[in-house]
């Protein structure tokens, strides 16, 4: 019972740096090398929380000393946001921050103006579709269904 207590007592230690830093830094430098733009909200989200977590700890260690279950919530906590079941760093992102910074309307300039008129009017989760979209068919097919709406538009 000795090393399972040992154990159990320091698996914030053992694991997290491994669920808070390896494989975050793996997925980071991933998402840098994949043409697409989609994975990277959820790991710019989760560095900006980590960094934030860790300020905090930081400036309340004699505070949080108090609470020895502490190291096992930031645990529990980075886990949410880092495990791809979950991805409670982009849900952070949407469900909070992007009401506050309305910086979504953003559109990669490699698509053209009629495009980018129609990426910007969308919401990041339909943005995120519609990017799918165009790396598996390619832009021609998005500009075949906006002159397709254009053409029904005009017809009502």
């Known amino acids: 019972m000795g090393v399972l207590g040992a154990l159990a007592r320091n698996l914030d230690a053992l694991v997290g740096p491994g669920i808070m830093l390896l494989y975050p830094l793996y997925a980071s430098m991933r998402a840098i090398e994949s043409p697409s733009s989609l994975d990277d909200q959820q790991w710019l989200t989760y560095w ?22 502490w190291p096992y919530m930031k645990l529990l906590f980075c886990c949410w946001l880092v495990l791809p079941i979950f991805n409670g760093a982009a849900y952070i992102y949407e469900a909070h921050v992007r009401r506050y910074f309305k910086i979504g309307n953003y559109v990669n300039p490699y698509y053209n103006e009629r495009q980018r008129r129609v990426l910007q009017m969308m919401s990041l989760d339909a943005r995120k579709s519609v990017e799918r979209f165009i790396e598996t068919h390619g832009p021609d097919a998005l500009d075949k269904i906006i002159r397709a709406a254009e053409e029904e538009a005009k017809r009502t």
Not at 52 to 63: D, G, R, Y
């Open 48 to 69: 900006v929380l980590y960094s934030l977590i860790t300020l905090f700890e930081l400036s309340c260690w004699k505070v949080l000393q108090w609470f020895p279950l």
